[in-house]
């Protein structure tokens, strides 16, 4: 089976007509997820609603029904702006293979303000020719290939695996699912089939007397039954009254954390994390300024320090000089005396002079060359010029720059406490905020504690219900024993009581087959999605009520709380997955918000690995956040798209049209 087309008129917020192309195609490839985009409230929901209507008609389990009638949910969904003589239509294409070969079919739902006979008309195309035959069986039809029993298993949406991930047991509705998906229920229904059978002949041989005793038996399980019947319909209620206290609790702790109430709760202690702070900043300004009272302030003067060495080394050098042409000059005088004692010739003492007077000149010259000496350093005060840029200074100022550095981290994380603190709730808004919160848990708790205790009167009424139905099948069967022997009506009676524990041993045998290959199928598909393959080793499900239980490699039962909420979530998703692959119906899958209560890890696995493989057709409805222009490029990327659709809401006119284009 596979959608191709829906058309929706005047159906809830969608005003006039709007066609989605739902055909998994694209240039001719094969591409299986249909992505329709739309925000919170903007008409999702409504698309998933549309197509269970215009598949089920009156036996529709639409989310805004409750227990309205169907003449007065028609009424109620039809758009606001719709006129009394506007219609409001639902179309729904599909390709199915009929009498051998894929055909298409187009249903067709319509009606408008004015009711006729209280419900809508129904109109199926087979090949664009009107088939009143598929109109008159429709319900049969459709039993066939998506049966309604089943139908949550394929149609579903955010909601429905959180429920699933929470609970230890799946609900009734998906217990029903799945034994209608696995065909358990066949055996059951023919099992119960019998049962009346057998009661009806034994009541038959009943005599006048033993009839009363049977009728006031019939009786009470009659008034047993529809007060069950009143019990489910207020547990029906006190249930929707615990997911409306969930969503409000939830609603109201996200408000919480949005404006500031977190935060508010914390103030005293971000104050104090700001006081510390103001601290620390003061405390590196005191030891900056004690850095600043040695060397450092020399650092400004850098050039004019290089001046001064270079002038003191000048002056220096200077102070060598005439300290050395002193020494020279005696030392020339001497050697001028000695020469005369030896008695040296004149001409050669002249030449020695000559040479003496030259020498002396030079460095006499190189004595005026030097710059004028004003700073009168000695080597040692020179020395201490020097080491003071290359050594104190450039310590004291890395140093310098690191408290600096330091300071300007300090001034940051004051700015950003500072801003958080400002944006925390004032004490009148955070009071508000916690007591929403805390009505918000108090509801939840009221209504969790009514809902167990509906729960267990059904839980009772069962057992009164059984009970009494046993206490009606030992007199059936203690009053006709007699009579049995005399009526044809033995054979039946004896035959169908081996029937019925034949029946019981092949639901039991039936029952184990499937049920191993549904254990194969969602451990497979959980290690997949959860992509570690050392986590869990084996899945059992419990053959009464559907409870899954995991195992590690050592055999060892894995609490199931042991998971986190993602991966929870992730093998509810596995379990559906599992479902639909054991049950080899090749059906459309529909999800509504799919990824709203998944990390970014978990919501990674499921865009990658599930939904391009889940089924040949993937109808996804998500908000910005959930499939997100990373998430949605992944699988353009993957080529797994065929068709992008936007759904704009109005807010001023509560309007949604849908268009071409996704949200990026």
């Known amino acids: 089976m596979i959608f191709t087309e829906l058309v929706i008129e005047n159906f809830g917020a969608y005003v006039g007509k709007q066609t989605i192309n739902l055909r998994p195609e694209n240039d001719g490839s094969i591409r299986p997820i249909v992505l329709i985009g739309g925000m919170n409230g903007g008409g999702k929901t409504t698309l998933m609603d549309a197509i269970r209507l215009a598949l089920y008609g009156q036996r529709a389990k639409c989310s805004t029904r409750g227990n309205l009638g169907y003449s007065e949910f028609l009424f109620q969904s039809v758009n606001s702006q719709a006129t009394l003589a506007d219609i409001t239509k639902i179309e729904l294409s599909f390709e199915d293979i009929f009498e051998g070969h894929w055909q298409q079919f187009k249903i067709i739902r319509a009606w408008n303000k004015e009711l006729k006979d209280g419900k809508d008309s129904l109109s199926i195309e087979r090949e664009d020719r009107f088939d009143s035959n598929l109109e008159d069986n429709w319900d049969e039809y459709i039993e066939n290939i998506l049966p309604l029993g089943i139908s949550n298993l394929f149609l579903f949406d955010g909601e429905q695996v959180k429920e699933l991930a929470e609970l230890d047991t799946p609900p009734p509705a998906v217990v029903e699912a799945i034994n209608n998906l696995l065909g358990l229920e066949l055996a059951e229904r023919l099992s119960v089939d019998l049962s009346v059978l057998v009661n009806r002949k034994r009541k038959a041989v009943a005599n006048k007397a033993q009839l009363l005793t049977i009728e006031e038996i019939e009786q009470k399980l009659v008034v047993k039954k529809e007060n069950r019947q009143q019990l489910q319909k207020d547990f029906a209620e006190i249930e929707k009254k615990l997911k409306q206290a969930h969503k409000q609790r939830d609603r109201a702790q996200s408000k919480f954390n949005q404006q ?35 060397s450092l302030p020399l650092g400004l003067i850098t050039p004019l320090l290089a001046d001064a060495r270079k002038q003191g080394e000048q002056e220096v050098k200077s102070q060598q000089f005439k300290q050395a042409q002193v020494v020279l000059e005696a030392r020339d005088q001497r050697l001028l005396n000695y020469l005369s004692d030896i008695s040296l010739s004149s001409e050669s ?128 069967k203690n009053y006709s024993e007699e009579a049995i022997d005399k009526i044809g009506d033995e054979h039946i009676i004896k035959s169908a009581t081996k029937v019925q524990e034949t029946l019981k041993l092949f639901k039991e045998k039936l029952t184990l087959k499937k049920l191993n290959k549904l254990e194969t199928e969602v451990k497979d598909c959980f290690l997949y999605l959860l992509h570690k393959s050392n986590l869990i080793n084996r899945v059992t499900i419990d053959s009464d009520r559907f409870k899954l239980e995991l195992y590690d490699h050592n055999g060892q039962l894995f609490p199931k709380q042991r998971l986190s909420a993602g991966e929870k979530q992730l093998l509810a998703i596995a379990f559906l997955w599992g479902l639909a692959r054991v049950s080899g119906r090749n059906l459309p899958i ?62 001023d006119s509560r309007q949604t049209i849908a268009e071409k284009g996704y949200f990026w």
Request: overall charge negative.
């Open 349 to 476: 003492i002249n030449k020695i002079e000559f040479f003496i007077e030259t020498e002396n000149k030079t460095i006499a010259d190189s004595i005026k060359a030097t710059a004028d000496n004003y700073l009168d350093l000695t080597e040692k005060q020179l020395q201490q010029l020097i080491s003071i840029p290359q050594d104190r200074l450039a310590i004291e100022t890395k140093l310098s720059q690191n408290i600096i550095k330091e300071i300007e981290q300090l001034k940051t994380k004051i700015n950003i406490t500072e801003t958080q603190l400002a944006s925390a709730a004032s004490p009148e808004d955070y009071q508000k905020l916690v007591d929403a919160v805390e009505d918000g848990k108090a509801a939840v708790s009221r209504y969790k504690i009514l809902y167990d205790l509906a729960q267990e009167k059904l839980q009772n009424i069962d057992k009164e219900i059984d009970r009494i139905q046993q206490e009606l099948n030992r007199k059936l």
């Open 260 to 294: 500031g109430g977190k935060i508010a709760a914390t103030r005293e202690v971000i104050e104090a994390k700001i006081q510390d702070f103001n601290s620390q900043l003061e405390q590196k300004r005191l030891e900056l300024i004690k850095v600043a009272e040695s």
């Open 590 to 651: 529909a999800i509504d918000t799919p990824l709203g209560r998944l990390d970014s890890s978990h919501r990674h696995n499921l865009v990658e690995r599930y939904f391009p493989t889940a089924s040949h057709q993937v109808i996804l409805l998500s908000t910005d956040t959930e499939i997100s222009e990373k998430e949605v490029t992944m699988l353009r990327e993957q080529e797994a798209i065929s068709q992008e659709y936007l759904l704009k809401y109005n807010p």
